[in-house]
């Protein structure tokens, strides 16, 4: 069951990628996500607890059919914070990630 936090928290992802024209979109392909952390302050954190609710956020809005999807994560801690924090979100469908793969769209 999802807490109170946690679904606030879903419900403004679902906004943003609405607003991005992005939620509903189902990618079918496998895909490779690199996800800027950018915190809210600097307060020490752990990078690892962050995927597992931007993923799930994606998988709710339909931008894909499950996270079972993604063959390549990336995270990467930005050397700035930003008021409320934020992830932001490369998703590159179609594509292990390298150079001279599959054809490859970022979404």
């Known amino acids: 069951m999802l807490s109170k936090r946690g679904r606030q928290y879903r419900n403004l992802a679902m906004e943003e990628l609405l607003d991005q024209g992005v939620a509903g979109i189902r990618i079918s392909d496998h ?9 809210p302050d600097w307060r020490w954190r752990d990078l690892d607890n962050l995927p597992k609710g931007v993923l ?41 990630g ?4 599959r054809a490859t769209e970022t979404i």
């Open 56 to 96: 799930d956020a994606l998988t709710h809005a339909r931008v894909w059919g499950g996270d079972h999807q993604v063959d390549e994560l990336r995270l990467i801690r930005m050397p700035r914070a930003v008021k409320g924090g934020m992830p932001a979100v490369t998703i590159i469908r179609g594509a292990d």
């Open 31 to 39: 895909v490779t996500v690199h996800i800027e952390v950018y915190a």
């Open 98 to 101: 390298q150079k001279g793969g």
